[in-house]
C-alpha cells in the first residue's frame, strides 16, 4: 500500500524547505526573499487564507482597460465599469468616453458606446432593474496658473413678453460701460418676458424678464479684459427691439480657478439590452450629485456643480418619475456639499451622514441630520467626532437594514488638507433621540474607504489613503473586517493595489468582492511626478469562501416575491441555514453608495428548500432587483439567487 503524506506533513514538509533556501543565502538575498516569496507563501496558504481571505488581480484584456471612476452591478450579473473622459483632458477634448460591461463569471468584456462624458455622473437602481444615471462633465476645470482668459457668469435678460430668444455659442457681449467683449461659451434658451398684473384690478404693473445664464470668456488672453464691477453687456449682432431686449449682465469676471461644469443629461442603462437610453434631462446640469430613492419611488437629485461651475443650490432639488421619465423640481429645500451621503430610512425620513465629496462652503450643509422630506424639517444629530473631517468620508448602513445603524468611515479636511480621520462613527436611528457614538478606530486617518456589506453580516472596509489623493505615498494597503453584531474590526489580508481617490467597491453575486479604481495626484512619494490613474481591478476573496464549511446551494426558486410575501427556493442544505440575506446591488462611486443593503429574511425551513418573508415595509424594501443569500451558522454563503420586488 503506497504512503500518502498527510496535508499537514506536506505543509511541514514545505515550511522546512523554505528555512533550508533562506539558511543558504546571503544576507540582503535573505532579506529579499522574506520579503517577497515568503510573503507570497505565506498569503498563500489555505489556514492563511481561511483567516484572512485573499486578493486576486482581474485579468483585463489591455483595449478594455480603462479609469473606472463608477460601478455598478447588474441584475445580470455583470458589472458596468465607467469612465466617461476618466478625469483625463485630452479625451475630453477628443470625446473619448469609455464604458465597459464585464461579467466576473465569465471574465469577459464588451464596449458600450457612451453618448456623453459621464465622469462625475450621479446613479442609483431603479425599480424595474434598470440603472438610472444623470449629469456628468461639460467643461474642465482650470486651475488658477492656468487660466488665460477672464471669464465666468453672464445673466442674460429678454425682456420681449412674446417670444423666447435663443443665443448661440460664439456669440461675443460688449460692456456698456468697460467695453471689454466676452463670448458665450454654450447655446442658451432664455425665456420670453412675463407681464405682471394686479390680482385685484387687473392693471399692468410690470414686465419680468425672462432670465438665463451662461459661461462667457473674454475674447483675448489677458489681465487687462478682467472686471471688477457690474456692467450691462450689448449682445452683438441683435437688430431693431432684439437689441433693446435682449442683454447680458455680469459681476466679476476674472482669471481666479474655474471649477468643473456640469450636464443635464440623464439616461437609463439597460442591462438587457446592454446599451444607453437616453430619458428627460435634468433641469439643473448637475456634476457630482447623488441620487436618492424616495419612498414614493421617485429619484431625487441633490447638489452638484451646475453648467457654471457653481454648487446647485437647495432650492433647485427636483426629482426623476420613473413612470414618466420626466424631472420635476420639488418643493423640499435642502443645500449640501457635492456627493452628499443621503438615504431613505425605513420611515420614509432621510438620512444625512455628513459625508461628501468636496465642492461647496465650508458652512453649509455640513452638519449631518434627520430630513422629513413631507414636512421639510431638518433635524440634527449630535455626538459626531472629528466634524471638520467629513470630506471623502465613506457611510454603509451597517446589516441588517432593520436595525437602522449607520457607520461612518474616516474622511478628511475641506479641499486639498493634509488631515484625515481614523475614527468610526455610529448612530442608531432607531433610538428616541439618535447620536453618533464612537466605533473601533482604524490605524491612520483615512480618506476615501471603500465599504462592502458581506452576507455574513460583516463589512469589508478597504483601502484609502491619509493624505489627500494618496500624496506623499500615503496609500493605506490594509483591509479589515468590521462585525457589527460585536462592533469588533480585525485586520485581514492587504490588498495588492493602494486606493485613494476615484475608487469604490461592490458585492459580486457569488459572495466576493470588486475593487476598482484609485487616481493618485502623484506618482512618486516625493510629489515631483504626477500620477496616472490605476487601471487595475482587484476581486477579494473572504475567508467564508475558504473554509472547510460547505456552502449551501439554493436550486430553484421564484424570480419575483412581493413585499410582504413569501418564497420558496428548494435546497439540500436547508438544515445548514442558519440566516438568509437579501442585499440591493451596490452602484459605486467617491466614496458613496447609496443603493447598497443588507436585509434579514424570516424563514422557515423544510425537507427540500427554505421558505423566505420579504418585509412588507417598502421603505426598507425598496422596489428592484436583489440578491438572495443563504448562510450557514458560521457564515459561509449560497451563491445568490437574483430576485424581484416589484
Known sequence: MSYRPSRRTRRLAIAAAVVVALAGMNGPAMYRFGSEQYHDFKINRAEYKAENGHWDLVDIPEEYRLNTIHAALLHTGKVLLVAGSGNNQKNFDAK???TTLWDPEKNTFKKIDTPADLFCTGHTQLADGKLLIAGGTKRYEKLKGDVTKAGGLMILHNEDPDAPKTIKPGTVLTGKKGGKSYVVQDAVNIERAEKVFDDETGAFLRTEPGIARVYVEAQKA?????TGAQDQYVVQGLKGEDAKNVYGIAQKLALDKKDFQGIRDAFEFDPVAEEYVP??????ARWYPSLTTLSDGRILALSGLDDIGQVV???????YDPKTKKWEYVPEEKQFPTYPAVFLMNDGRLFYSGANAGYGPADVGRDPGIWDFEKDTFTKVPGLSDPK???TAGTVLLPPAQDQKYMVVGGGGIGESEQSSNRTRIV??????????????LERGTRYPQSSVLPDDSVLITGGSEDYRGRGGSNILQARMYDAEGNTMRRVADPLVGRNYHSGSLLLPDGRVVVFGSDSLYEDDANTKPGTFDQRIEIYTPPYLYGDTKAPALDDGPETIERGGTGTFTTRDADDVKTVRMIRPSVSTHVTDLDQRSIALDFEKSADGIEVSVPKNKDLVHPGRYMVFAVTADGTPSKARWVEVP
Open 428 to 441: 442608531d436611528l432607531n433610538a428616541k433621540s439618535p447620536e453618533f457614538t464612537d466605533g473601533p478606530s
Open 389 to 391: 473631517l467629513m470630506e
Open 96 to 98: 473619448r468616453f469609455k
Open 313 to 319: 443650490p437647495g432650492n433647485r432639488n427636483e426629482a
Open 279 to 284: 430619458v428627460d434631462p435634468m433641469n439643473e
Open 222 to 226: 489677458g489681465k487687462r479684459y478682467e
